[in-house]
């Protein structure tokens, strides 16, 4: 089972909208809406962002958003902060026999 | 709250052995699946193992399947993780993670503890 792929890194300056996308494949992303995201800040645990493709859990800003098109899946973060910037990794269940697989990472970086 | 803490971390030479445990509290431990995650050093995150509640099926990651076993003790609270012929490419912060009870995701971290594998 490969990892899913997303882009290395992503920037935007403040108060814009940066997208990070996450490809997998129909035995993962596409076939299932068991998407999620977690932000990951240097030296800490990962936290969740999105659960179920375009879900927040209490807590989470409403300036996350997630979704997904076919073997795509996207999180989006509007309104851009300074105290956004850190590594995020979407993952999926998978049908294979692994269960469960994360995307590559990706840093984003406030300019 | 809930808490997971992980310990049993250090260094191992190659082909050694180690268990890594996770305490969970704050929370119904034997009602919850529980995960292993790990994170080489500057790398991503790779899921490493699952375990039910009851301990039934179990799943691996290819990487390790048939070196790592993972177990639990619902009267203990405890999560394990027992590492054989261990490589130096499995140098990494490991993570014991909740999945929540209904859906596919980890909703609850540890803080990690860190395996090196060197001689």
């Known amino acids: 089972q490969s990892a899913l792929t997303q882009p290395a890194s992503v920037s935007g300056s403040p108060g814009q909208s940066i997208t990070v996308s996450c490809t997998g494949t129909?035995?993962?992303?596409?076939?299932?809406?068991?998407v999620s995201w977690y932000q990951q800040d240097p030296g800490k645990a990962p936290k969740l962002m999105i659960y179920e493709v375009s879900n927040r859990p209490s807590g989470v800003s409403n300036r996350f958003s997630g979704s997904k098109s076919g073997n795509t899946a996207s999180l989006t973060i509007s309104g851009l902060q300074a105290e956004d910037e850190a590594d995020y990794y979407c993952s999926s269940y998978t049908s294979s026999s692994t269960l469960y697989v994360f995307g590559t990472g990706t840093k984003v970086t406030v300019l | 709250e809930v808490q997971l803490v992980e310990s049993g971390g250090g260094l191992v030479q190659p082909g050694g052995s180690l268990r890594l445990s996770c305490v969970a509290s704050g929370f119904t431990f034997s009602s919850y699946s529980m995960n292993w995650v790990r994170q080489a050093p500057g790398k991503g995150l790779e899921w490493v193992s699952y375990?039910?509640?009851?301990?039934?099926?179990?799943y691996y990651a290819d990487s390790v399947r048939g070196r790592f076993t993972v177990s639990r003790d619902n009267a203990k609270n405890s999560l394990y993780l027992q590492m054989n012929s261990l490589r130096a490419e499995d140098t990494a912060v490991y993570y014991c993670?909740?999945?929540?009870?209904?859906?596919?995701?980890?909703?609850?971290w540890g803080q990690g503890t860190l395996l090196t594998v060197s001689s």
């Open positions: 129909s035995s993962d992303v596409g076939g299932y809406n068991y």
């Open positions: 993670a909740r999945l929540y009870t209904s859906g596919w995701f980890l909703d609850y």
């Open positions: 375990i039910t509640r009851s301990s039934s099926p179990i």
